[in-house]
């Protein structure tokens, strides 16, 4: 079973940065698809930004130019790189992993609250 564990939320003010991280219990290259998806209170699941194995990304019209996804397969970690954040961020952030043996994994959560 994979596990997934993110960290890094918390209480910015609009404008400011947070760095989402997410640790997989395995290397994440086994993994054909990373990401991070977020859901605010009322509203569904969406995806924020994905990584495959071979470092093709996409973002969400929403947070093109402003948020950034990477990793490092040294420390099994997935990173979510946010700036210019603006209330509308505001949700809980979820990493994701796909893989042939393993489907769709997700993580518990990350919460991220941007408020004055």
């Known amino acids: 079973q994979v596990q997934l564990v993110e960290s890094g939320g918390g209480l910015v003010q609009p404008g400011g940065s947070l760095r989402l991280s997410c640790v997989a219990s395995?290397?994440?290259?086994?993994?054909?698809?990373m990401g991070w998806y977020r859901q605010a209170p009322g509203k569904q699941r969406e995806l924020v930004a994905t990584?495959?194995?071979?470092?093709?990304?996409n973002y969400a019209d929403s947070v093109k130019g402003r948020f950034t996804i990477s990793r490092d397969s040294a420390k099994n970690t997935v990173y979510l790189q946010m700036n210019s954040l603006k209330p509308e961020d505001t949700a809980d952030y979820y990493c994701?992993?796909?893989?042939?043996?393993?489907?769709?994994?997700w993580g518990q959560g990350t919460q991220v609250t941007v408020s004055s």
């Open positions: 990584v495959t194995r071979g470092g093709s990304t």
């Open positions: 395995r290397s994440i290259l086994s993994f054909h698809t």
């Open positions: 994701y992993a796909r893989s042939l043996s393993t489907g769709d994994n």
